[in-house]
């Protein structure tokens, strides 16, 4: 038996590709290392629905079939000031708000969906903050609008081409607990918006969408390069995990890692905490000679957690918007297998393995 289905193959997909032992991961037949750090966020969407690249005529016809859908109901925005009184979290509010996109989608729950992410997050997040939501600016592409909408004024291009390539980078990865469920739920022939909800779901998990946060947390408790050896060791020889280093699948360097990493390097080479960037590097070296020395042989390498962390807190994206921001990206990889699962439907269904006891009944 194989628990957690680990090995276990469920579905075909020309969507993307991971490959744990050689680090690698490819998008829609291109690999993530050429495709994010070039490619806008609405040309990544396109090829994932269509299985190739824009020429400019359907690229632009796309940014605006997107930009014109990023209004939000009213009762979505009544709903997220009922969550901000209740001080929920982030992804409480995107979860509950996902499900009212119904209201405005007409029909077209796909392209609702992508648009209504970021004004989502970003109207909460305002919200909570005791601040009016930002109307979205239909001028705007996708990732500089959500930047807009956090803060009111139109973002540098160098923070918007750190978090395209962000977000380009995690739109999709194989079959993983939140993409399985937007599959399962698609394969009972449920419609597009109950997928997107339940697998918001999954995400909100922390074993699968809730590293980031503490990666930078432990940066910053270092502080200064000169302390990492002794901080790390202290953690690993107390049984603490270092957040950031290990993967389920990949046994060699996330190659998304080395993509967030270069993205953050150009990004703090244009402004921003240069030392932030240096000493998340020695961090980086440090923990990877002592994961070897304390637990050779386990491939404890860089995550994208770790860099992933990096790259939104040098946009000045705070922590607990980390997964929903994550969620912005993803939802379009979400639609994207939703779909596919359609075009050759068979209801998801293993088996379970019965562990209990046969008893005698006493009822009469």
């Known amino acids: ?48 629905w269509n299985g190739d690249l824009p020429d400019e005529e359907s690229l632009e016809r796309f940014r605006s079939e997107l930009a014109v859908r990023r209004a939000i109901a009213p009762a979505t925005l009544e709903l997220l000031r009922e969550c901000a009184k209740a001080d929920l979290d982030a992804m409480d509010a995107l979860r509950m708000a996902a499900g009212t996109i119904s209201l405005t ?34 001028t705007l592409p996708h990732a500089a609008n959500f930047l807009y909408m956090l803060r009111g004024a139109p973002p540098p291009a160098a923070e918007v081409r750190a978090l395209e390539t962000y977000l380009n980078t995690v739109v999709d990865h194989g079959l993983n607990a939140s993409t399985f469920t937007a599959r399962v739920i698609t394969s009972t022939g449920s419609d597009l918006v109950s997928a997107i909800t339940g697998a918001i779901g999954a995400l909100k998990g922390p074993l699968h969408g809730g590293a980031p946060g503490p990666a930078l947390n432990m ?25 950031g280093f290990g993967h389920r699948v990949y046994k060699v360097r996330d190659p998304r890692a080395s993509v967030l990493s270069d993205a953050a390097e150009r990004m703090f080479a244009e402004g921003g905490d240069r030392h932030l960037y240096e000493l998340a590097r020695g961090v980086e070296r440090i923990a990877l000679r002592l994961l070897e020395e304390y637990k050779p042989g386990r491939r404890l390498q860089t995550n994208v957690e770790f860099y992933t962390a990096l790259v939104l807190h040098g946009i000045g994206i705070e922590v607990p918007l980390f997964t929903p921001t994550f969620a912005i990206s993803r939802v379009a990889g979400w639609i994207a297998h939703c779909l596919e699962q359609r075009r050759e439907n068979r209801l998801i269904r293993p088996q379970s393995v019965y562990v209990g006891d046969y008893r005698t009944s006493k009822i009469r």
């Open 1 to 48: 038996m194989n628990k957690g289905l680990e090995g276990v193959v469920a579905a075909e997909t020309r969507l993307s590709m991971v490959d744990g032992e050689r680090g690698e991961l490819v998008i829609a037949g291109y690999p993530v290392d050429e495709l994010a750090p070039h490619a806008t966020f609405e040309e990544v969407v396109w090829l994932l």
């Open 105 to 138: 989608a007409h029909g077209d729950e796909q392209l609702a969906l992508v648009a209504q992410f970021p004004t989502i997050v970003a109207a909460y997040w305002r919200l909570l903050h005791d601040r009016p939501p930002i109307t979205p600016n239909p």
């Open 219 to 243: 940066v910053f408790e270092i502080g200064d390069v000169s302390r990492a050896e002794e901080v790390l060791r202290r953690k690993i020889e107390s049984g603490e995990r270092l957040m």
